[in-house]
Protein backbone atom coordinates (compact mmCIF):
# COMPACT_ATOMS: atom_id res chain seq x y z
CA UNK A 1 0.00 0.00 0.00
CA UNK A 2 1.34 3.63 -0.70
CA UNK A 3 3.13 4.79 1.89
CA UNK A 4 3.66 8.43 0.98
CA UNK A 5 -0.30 10.20 1.20
CA UNK A 6 0.37 14.37 1.72
CA UNK A 7 -2.66 16.07 2.99
CA UNK A 8 -3.56 18.32 0.58
CA UNK A 9 -6.33 20.26 -0.14
CA UNK A 10 -6.92 18.96 -3.08
CA UNK A 11 -5.39 15.84 -5.03
CA UNK A 12 -2.15 16.57 -6.84
CA UNK A 13 -0.93 14.47 -9.48
CA UNK A 14 3.31 14.94 -10.32
CA UNK A 15 3.31 14.60 -14.36
CA UNK A 16 6.54 14.44 -16.30
CA UNK A 17 6.41 14.84 -19.83
CA UNK A 18 8.29 12.05 -21.27
CA UNK A 19 10.84 12.52 -24.28
CA UNK A 20 9.82 16.24 -25.61
CA UNK A 21 10.58 15.09 -28.83
CA UNK A 22 7.83 12.09 -28.94
CA UNK A 23 4.32 12.26 -28.55
CA UNK A 24 4.35 12.65 -24.88
CA UNK A 25 2.87 16.34 -25.16
CA UNK A 26 0.58 15.39 -27.61
CA UNK A 27 -1.67 12.29 -25.68
CA UNK A 28 -0.73 15.32 -22.69
CA UNK A 29 -2.99 17.89 -24.08
CA UNK A 30 -5.63 15.58 -25.47
CA UNK A 31 -6.01 14.19 -21.82
CA UNK A 32 -5.89 17.25 -19.84
CA UNK A 33 -8.17 19.43 -22.72
CA UNK A 34 -11.35 17.62 -21.09
CA UNK A 35 -12.67 19.90 -18.30
CA UNK A 36 -13.78 17.21 -16.50
CA UNK A 37 -10.63 15.28 -16.18
CA UNK A 38 -8.65 18.40 -15.21
CA UNK A 39 -11.75 18.89 -12.57
CA UNK A 40 -10.64 15.85 -10.62
CA UNK A 41 -7.28 16.62 -9.83
CA UNK A 42 -4.56 19.42 -9.91
CA UNK A 43 -1.64 17.94 -12.38
CA UNK A 44 1.91 19.69 -12.15
CA UNK A 45 3.95 19.15 -15.19
CA UNK A 46 7.38 18.87 -15.25
CA UNK A 47 8.42 19.31 -19.58
CA UNK A 48 8.68 22.28 -22.32
CA UNK A 49 5.93 24.75 -22.58
CA UNK A 50 6.93 25.23 -25.69
CA UNK A 51 6.45 21.40 -26.65
CA UNK A 52 2.92 21.63 -24.53
CA UNK A 53 2.03 25.15 -26.94
CA UNK A 54 3.13 22.97 -30.43
CA UNK A 55 1.18 20.02 -29.24
CA UNK A 56 -2.07 22.28 -28.61
CA UNK A 57 -1.84 24.31 -31.91
CA UNK A 58 -1.09 20.64 -33.92
CA UNK A 59 -4.28 19.59 -32.31
CA UNK A 60 -6.33 22.84 -32.43
CA UNK A 61 -6.78 22.97 -28.63
CA UNK A 62 -6.62 26.63 -26.72
CA UNK A 63 -3.87 26.27 -24.53
CA UNK A 64 -5.68 25.38 -20.85
CA UNK A 65 -2.41 25.31 -18.65
CA UNK A 66 -0.26 28.15 -16.63
CA UNK A 67 3.22 28.29 -17.26
CA UNK A 68 6.21 29.05 -14.92
CA UNK A 69 9.65 28.80 -15.55
CA UNK A 70 11.43 26.07 -13.54
CA UNK A 71 12.86 27.13 -10.10
CA UNK A 72 9.62 29.84 -8.88
CA UNK A 73 7.56 28.64 -6.48
CA UNK A 74 4.08 27.06 -7.54
CA UNK A 75 2.44 28.66 -4.65
CA UNK A 76 1.15 32.02 -7.07
CA UNK A 77 -0.22 28.85 -9.45
CA UNK A 78 -2.92 27.49 -6.93
CA UNK A 79 -5.94 28.34 -8.56
CA UNK A 80 -4.95 26.38 -11.58
CA UNK A 81 -5.75 22.63 -12.10
CA UNK A 82 -2.80 21.80 -15.10
CA UNK A 83 0.49 24.02 -14.18
CA UNK A 84 3.44 23.32 -16.38
CA UNK A 85 6.69 23.84 -14.82
CA UNK A 86 8.99 25.01 -17.89
CA UNK A 87 12.31 23.58 -18.34
CA UNK A 88 12.71 25.61 -21.01
CA UNK A 89 13.43 24.22 -24.90
CA UNK A 90 12.26 24.42 -28.34
CA UNK A 91 12.54 22.68 -32.08
CA UNK A 92 13.04 19.14 -30.74
CA UNK A 93 14.34 16.17 -32.93
CA UNK A 94 11.58 13.91 -33.12
CA UNK A 95 14.62 11.48 -32.82
CA UNK A 96 16.18 9.89 -30.04
CA UNK A 97 18.92 12.45 -28.90
CA UNK A 98 21.11 12.98 -26.08
CA UNK A 99 19.45 16.64 -25.57
CA UNK A 100 16.01 15.21 -25.47
CA UNK A 101 17.54 12.40 -23.32
CA UNK A 102 19.01 14.16 -20.85
CA UNK A 103 15.49 16.64 -19.90
CA UNK A 104 13.13 13.69 -19.99
CA UNK A 105 15.82 12.29 -17.23
CA UNK A 106 15.10 15.50 -15.45
CA UNK A 107 11.50 15.47 -15.93
CA UNK A 108 11.00 12.59 -14.21
CA UNK A 109 13.13 13.26 -10.97
CA UNK A 110 11.64 16.61 -10.61
CA UNK A 111 8.48 14.80 -10.70
CA UNK A 112 9.60 11.97 -8.22
CA UNK A 113 11.44 14.80 -5.92
CA UNK A 114 7.83 16.24 -5.26
CA UNK A 115 5.91 13.11 -4.48
CA UNK A 116 9.26 12.61 -2.43
CA UNK A 117 8.72 15.94 -0.23
CA UNK A 118 4.69 15.34 -0.32
CA UNK A 119 3.85 17.72 -2.96
CA UNK A 120 2.29 15.32 -4.61
CA UNK A 121 0.01 12.01 -4.28
CA UNK A 122 0.79 10.22 -7.40
CA UNK A 123 2.60 10.22 -10.61
CA UNK A 124 2.05 10.01 -14.18
CA UNK A 125 4.61 9.65 -16.58
CA UNK A 126 4.71 9.99 -20.24
CA UNK A 127 6.79 8.03 -22.36
CA UNK A 128 11.04 8.03 -22.70
CA UNK A 129 13.28 7.15 -25.10
CA UNK A 130 15.47 4.30 -23.54
CA UNK A 131 17.98 4.74 -26.96
CA UNK A 132 18.27 8.83 -26.04
CA UNK A 133 18.95 7.83 -22.29
CA UNK A 134 21.62 5.56 -23.26
CA UNK A 135 22.52 9.05 -26.00
CA UNK A 136 22.50 11.53 -22.44
CA UNK A 137 24.52 8.91 -20.41
CA UNK A 138 21.84 7.54 -18.18
CA UNK A 139 22.69 4.16 -18.33
CA UNK A 140 22.30 3.39 -14.99
CA UNK A 141 18.55 2.30 -15.64
CA UNK A 142 16.93 1.10 -18.72
CA UNK A 143 13.62 2.25 -18.02
CA UNK A 144 11.17 3.91 -15.58
CA UNK A 145 10.32 1.01 -13.51
CA UNK A 146 14.13 0.53 -12.52
CA UNK A 147 14.55 4.30 -12.59
CA UNK A 148 11.67 4.68 -9.75
CA UNK A 149 12.47 1.76 -7.49
CA UNK A 150 15.86 3.51 -6.73
CA UNK A 151 14.59 6.88 -6.33
CA UNK A 152 12.18 5.87 -4.32
CA UNK A 153 13.90 3.44 -2.25
CA UNK A 154 11.85 0.55 -2.93
CA UNK A 155 12.63 -3.10 -2.00
CA UNK A 156 11.23 -4.38 -5.20
CA UNK A 157 8.96 -3.04 -7.82
CA UNK A 158 6.58 -4.96 -9.85
CA UNK A 159 5.77 -4.03 -13.70
CA UNK A 160 1.73 -4.30 -13.84
CA UNK A 161 -0.92 -3.28 -16.87
CA UNK A 162 -4.21 -2.83 -16.50
CA UNK A 163 -6.62 -3.29 -19.06
CA UNK A 164 -10.57 -3.38 -19.33
CA UNK A 165 -9.90 -6.78 -20.77
CA UNK A 166 -7.15 -8.41 -19.37
CA UNK A 167 -4.50 -8.14 -16.13
CA UNK A 168 -0.40 -8.89 -16.35
CA UNK A 169 2.55 -8.67 -14.08
CA UNK A 170 5.90 -9.03 -15.28
CA UNK A 171 8.51 -11.17 -13.07
CA UNK A 172 11.27 -9.90 -15.53
CA UNK A 173 11.25 -6.67 -17.23
CA UNK A 174 14.15 -4.74 -19.48
CA UNK A 175 16.73 -7.81 -19.76
CA UNK A 176 17.80 -9.40 -22.89
CA UNK A 177 16.18 -12.75 -23.62
CA UNK A 178 19.21 -14.72 -23.36
CA UNK A 179 19.54 -13.58 -19.74
CA UNK A 180 16.25 -14.22 -18.46
CA UNK A 181 17.61 -18.16 -17.36
CA UNK A 182 20.15 -16.71 -15.25
CA UNK A 183 18.15 -13.89 -13.89
CA UNK A 184 14.57 -15.25 -13.18
CA UNK A 185 14.65 -16.66 -9.18
CA UNK A 186 12.11 -18.15 -7.21
CA UNK A 187 12.31 -14.34 -5.42
CA UNK A 188 11.27 -12.72 -8.68
CA UNK A 189 8.54 -15.01 -9.77
CA UNK A 190 7.34 -14.66 -5.64
CA UNK A 191 7.58 -10.80 -5.61
CA UNK A 192 5.69 -10.52 -9.19
CA UNK A 193 2.75 -12.80 -7.85
CA UNK A 194 2.74 -10.74 -4.35
CA UNK A 195 2.44 -7.79 -5.97
CA UNK A 196 0.15 -8.14 -8.61
CA UNK A 197 -2.24 -10.09 -5.81
CA UNK A 198 -2.24 -6.76 -3.88
CA UNK A 199 -2.45 -4.32 -7.03
CA UNK A 200 -5.23 -6.14 -7.78
CA UNK A 201 -7.26 -5.36 -4.19
CA UNK A 202 -6.70 -2.10 -4.35
CA UNK A 203 -8.24 -2.01 -7.86
CA UNK A 204 -11.37 -3.57 -6.55
CA UNK A 205 -10.74 -7.71 -6.61
CA UNK A 206 -11.31 -8.65 -3.14
CA UNK A 207 -9.88 -11.86 -3.55
CA UNK A 208 -8.05 -11.96 -6.86
CA UNK A 209 -7.64 -15.64 -9.06
CA UNK A 210 -3.70 -15.22 -10.36
CA UNK A 211 -2.71 -17.82 -13.06
CA UNK A 212 1.72 -18.04 -13.59
CA UNK A 213 2.90 -18.63 -16.55
CA UNK A 214 5.70 -21.29 -17.67
CA UNK A 215 9.08 -19.83 -18.93
CA UNK A 216 9.50 -22.73 -21.51
CA UNK A 217 7.02 -23.75 -24.55
CA UNK A 218 4.43 -26.07 -23.11
CA UNK A 219 5.21 -25.18 -19.38
CA UNK A 220 8.57 -27.50 -19.41
CA UNK A 221 6.47 -30.09 -20.97
CA UNK A 222 7.14 -31.91 -17.41
CA UNK A 223 10.85 -31.22 -17.55
CA UNK A 224 11.50 -32.22 -21.39
CA UNK A 225 11.73 -28.43 -22.50
CA UNK A 226 13.57 -27.41 -19.29
CA UNK A 227 13.55 -27.39 -15.41
CA UNK A 228 12.79 -24.12 -14.19
CA UNK A 229 9.08 -24.12 -13.65
CA UNK A 230 9.84 -27.15 -11.70
CA UNK A 231 12.63 -25.79 -10.21
CA UNK A 232 12.33 -22.03 -9.80
CA UNK A 233 8.00 -21.42 -10.94
CA UNK A 234 6.22 -24.22 -9.05
CA UNK A 235 8.30 -23.19 -5.46
CA UNK A 236 7.55 -19.62 -5.76
CA UNK A 237 3.43 -20.62 -6.30
CA UNK A 238 3.71 -22.74 -3.43
CA UNK A 239 5.06 -20.18 -1.62
CA UNK A 240 2.16 -17.85 -2.55
CA UNK A 241 -0.08 -19.90 -1.53
CA UNK A 242 1.44 -20.67 2.10
CA UNK A 243 0.93 -16.83 2.41
CA UNK A 244 -2.74 -17.56 1.16
CA UNK A 245 -2.80 -16.17 -2.22
CA UNK A 246 -4.60 -18.11 -4.61
CA UNK A 247 -2.12 -18.76 -7.56
CA UNK A 248 -1.85 -21.43 -9.62
CA UNK A 249 0.54 -22.90 -12.45
CA UNK A 250 3.16 -22.69 -14.14
CA UNK A 251 0.75 -22.97 -17.42
CA UNK A 252 1.65 -22.80 -20.94
CA UNK A 253 1.76 -19.04 -22.06
CA UNK A 254 0.40 -20.12 -25.71
CA UNK A 255 -3.11 -20.81 -23.64
CA UNK A 256 -3.32 -19.16 -20.43
CA UNK A 257 -4.44 -15.56 -21.64
CA UNK A 258 -7.44 -16.61 -23.46
CA UNK A 259 -8.29 -18.38 -20.00
CA UNK A 260 -8.07 -15.16 -18.55
CA UNK A 261 -9.91 -13.06 -21.24
CA UNK A 262 -12.65 -15.95 -20.59
CA UNK A 263 -12.57 -14.53 -16.90
CA UNK A 264 -11.38 -17.63 -15.25
CA UNK A 265 -8.13 -15.57 -14.15
CA UNK A 266 -7.84 -11.74 -12.79
CA UNK A 267 -4.34 -11.75 -13.61
CA UNK A 268 -1.43 -13.44 -15.49
CA UNK A 269 2.40 -13.52 -14.13
CA UNK A 270 4.73 -13.49 -16.94
CA UNK A 271 8.22 -14.72 -17.41
CA UNK A 272 9.30 -11.88 -19.43
CA UNK A 273 8.55 -8.49 -21.30
CA UNK A 274 7.39 -10.08 -24.75
CA UNK A 275 5.73 -12.52 -22.82
CA UNK A 276 3.65 -10.62 -21.30
CA UNK A 277 3.23 -7.34 -23.20
CA UNK A 278 2.22 -8.76 -26.31
CA UNK A 279 -1.17 -9.93 -25.54
CA UNK A 280 -1.72 -6.67 -23.29
CA UNK A 281 -1.08 -4.74 -26.86
CA UNK A 282 -3.04 -6.80 -28.80
CA UNK A 283 -5.90 -6.55 -27.05
CA UNK A 284 -5.68 -3.10 -25.54
CA UNK A 285 -3.29 -1.41 -26.92
CA UNK A 286 -5.28 2.32 -27.17
CA UNK A 287 -6.56 2.21 -23.17
CA UNK A 288 -4.18 -0.22 -21.34
CA UNK A 289 -2.08 1.19 -18.63
CA UNK A 290 1.56 0.61 -16.55
CA UNK A 291 1.28 1.05 -13.34
CA UNK A 292 4.54 0.54 -10.96
CA UNK A 293 3.68 -1.80 -7.70
CA UNK A 294 5.91 -1.50 -5.02
CA UNK A 295 6.34 2.38 -4.81
CA UNK A 296 5.10 4.60 -1.99
CA UNK A 297 2.96 6.30 -3.88
CA UNK A 298 1.13 5.47 -7.43
CA UNK A 299 2.61 5.47 -10.29
CA UNK A 300 0.85 4.80 -14.15
CA UNK A 301 2.08 5.37 -17.90
CA UNK A 302 0.13 4.88 -21.16
CA UNK A 303 1.49 1.39 -22.12
CA UNK A 304 3.32 2.45 -25.16
CA UNK A 305 6.54 4.10 -26.57
CA UNK A 306 7.40 7.67 -28.16
CA UNK A 307 6.02 6.95 -31.32
CA UNK A 308 8.73 9.59 -33.04
CA UNK A 309 7.19 8.54 -36.35
CA UNK A 310 4.38 10.16 -35.77
CA UNK A 311 5.47 12.80 -33.14
CA UNK A 312 4.64 16.47 -34.28
CA UNK A 313 1.58 15.39 -36.51
CA UNK A 314 -1.81 15.63 -34.61
CA UNK A 315 -1.37 11.54 -35.05
CA UNK A 316 -1.47 10.11 -31.79
CA UNK A 317 -4.41 8.49 -29.67
CA UNK A 318 -4.50 9.74 -26.34
CA UNK A 319 -6.71 7.13 -25.21
CA UNK A 320 -3.50 5.19 -23.31
CA UNK A 321 -3.01 8.25 -21.39
CA UNK A 322 -6.16 9.30 -20.94
CA UNK A 323 -6.84 5.64 -19.25
CA UNK A 324 -3.24 6.46 -16.83
CA UNK A 325 -4.66 9.26 -15.75
CA UNK A 326 -8.33 8.23 -14.92
CA UNK A 327 -6.75 5.03 -13.06
CA UNK A 328 -4.06 6.72 -10.97
CA UNK A 329 -7.08 9.34 -10.00
CA UNK A 330 -9.10 6.68 -8.76
CA UNK A 331 -6.43 5.08 -6.93
CA UNK A 332 -5.82 7.80 -5.22
CA UNK A 333 -9.26 8.67 -4.05
CA UNK A 334 -10.10 5.34 -2.93
CA UNK A 335 -10.57 4.60 0.81
CA UNK A 336 -8.45 1.39 0.39
CA UNK A 337 -5.40 3.45 -0.78
Given at each position: ????A????????????????????????K???????R??A???????A??M?????QA????????????S?????????????????????????????????????????????????????????????????K???????E???????A?R???????????V??????I??????????????????????D???H???????I???????????????????????????????R??????G?????????????????????????Q??????????????????????????????????I?????A??????????L???L??????
Open positions: MPELPKLPKRVIAVSMGDPGGIGPEVLVALSDRARGQRYIIHGSSAQDAASDISPFWWQIPLGTISASESHDVVVIDHGGQDFAHKPSRDNGLLSHVYVTDAVKMCIAGQAHALVTAPISKEAWKLAGTRHPGHTLLGELFRKVGMFFESDRLRILATVHPLLDIRNALTIGKVFDAIDLGNACKMGIDEPRAVCGLNPHAGENGMMGDEESRLIEPAIEHAKNGIDARPFPADTVFNQAIAGKFDLVVAMYHDGLIPIKLLAWDSAVNVTCGLPIWRTSPDHGTAFDAGKDKDAGSMTSAIDVVKVASPAN
